[in-house]
């Protein structure tokens, strides 16, 4: 398929399709739907109400300067669950079969704090397309305070990113907020152009924005709080959310044993194998046993099932990584898998520690 003047992927192979064949005989005998259906709908409204709790008991109960900074922490773990859990698949379109029910839940990611146009068109078009690929790939973009690829120029910062990066990660939902008023003006993603938000998706950013930080900053000095406790309780709360959600990608992308492309390239005109094995050689899945981190990242440990099948809601992710593994076995693809949480954080340390190093340059 045809994704860019300088990146092309070779026409589906019989990898992909066997892929395709087998995953659909897998909900086909079953009688399965691959949205997410009652189980995400209950799922959603725990992760809600746990939310809303943390919120409601931070903002308006008398509490100690260690109970806020807990209830603090709450809140930013489940602003990152929302968007895991419910943001995610409904921008995808596997919440539900209804398109509007998508809809309306893709837009949870508005009230915190981010936008789900913008987000539609940063993860599911370009971070889908072209995974890995520097340049391009706008979740590999930490330039110039972090070096994440080998596309990318190294600077003399760099050689200690492993110690200072992880309070940079806690500024992604900061980073969010502004960016994409940005985008939304400038109309580019990582130098690529993209459609400005115009009508109701215009209006939706605006009135995410608006409703956002009126509940994060404008009720609790109303309801009492002196400005400067609001402004540290926020971007403590933002820090949580930021360092939850970062780590989730890159311990999935960023890792010893993920493959990065440079951009433009070189080989072949530019032209990769199949999409199919470029989007398994560039994601690593972590900790598939672990039920825990599977149930809060919405699947997201399984990074792999979720750039295969996009459509297909994660709660179905560990039942078809079997499968995945399987044709990827029979076809001599790569694919891997970190055994904890643990071991893929260990690989992302070592990433880090690489990139930084002038001889990986």
Not at 68 to 87: D, R, Y
Not at 157 to 179: A, C, E, N, S, V
Not at 243 to 251: D, K
Not at 310 to 315: A, N
């Amino acid at each position: 398929m045809q994704t860019s003047a300088h990146v092309r992927f070779e026409k589906r192979d019989e990898f992909h399709d066997e892929l395709q064949r087998r995953i659909a005989a897998y909900f086909e005998e079953r009688g399965l739907s691959r949205f997410g259906g009652i189980r995400l709908l209950t799922k959603s409204v725990m992760i809600g109400l746990w939310l809303v709790a943390s919120y409601l008991l931070l903002v308006f109960s008398p509490v100690p300067l260690w109970g806020a900074a807990l209830l603090a922490a709450s809140l930013g773990a489940a602003m990152a669950a929302v968007g895991f859990n419910i943001t995610h698949d409904a921008n995808h379109d596997s919440f539900s079969r209804n398109k509007w029910v998508n809809l309306v839940m893709s837009h949870t990611m508005d009230l915190i704090g981010g936008s789900s146009y913008v987000w539609r068109i940063k993860h599911n078009v370009i971070h889908h397309t072209y995974t890995n690929i520097a340049g391009l790939d706008d979740d590999i973009n930490l330039y110039p305070w972090g070096r994440l690829a080998p596309g990318q120029r190294r600077l003399k910062l760099h050689r200690i990113q492993t110690f200072y990066i992880w309070p940079l990660y806690g500024m992604l939902g900061i980073k969010w907020h502004f960016d994409d008023v940005l985008t939304a003006i400038t109309g580019k993603v990582s130098g690529q152009k993209i459609r400005r938000p115009d009508g109701m998706e215009l209006a939706c950013l605006i009135i995410g924005k608006a409703l956002f930080f009126g509940w994060a900053l404008v009720l609790p000095m109303v309801a009492g709080h002196a400005w400067w406790a609001v402004l540290l309780t926020y971007l403590f709360t933002e820090f949580v959310m930021g360092v939850v959600m970062s780590l989730t990608f890159q311990l999935a992308h960023c890792v010893e044993e993920a493959q990065f492309f440079p951009t433009p390239l070189t080989a072949d005109e530019g032209k990769f194998q199949s999409w199919a094995r470029h989007q398994i050689e560039t994601t690593v899945d972590f900790a598939p046993r672990n039920f825990f981190l599977t149930w809060y990242m919405g699947g997201l440990n399984y990074q792999i099932e979720h750039h295969l099948f996009p459509r297909i809601s994660h709660i179905h992710y560990p039942k078809i990584a079997p499968i995945v593994r399987q044709v990827s076995a029979e076809f001599g693809v790569r694919y891997t898998a970190h055994r904890s949480f643990v071991r893929a954080l260990f690989s992302h340390v070592r990433w880090l520690h690489r990139m930084g190093r002038p001889e990986a340059a």
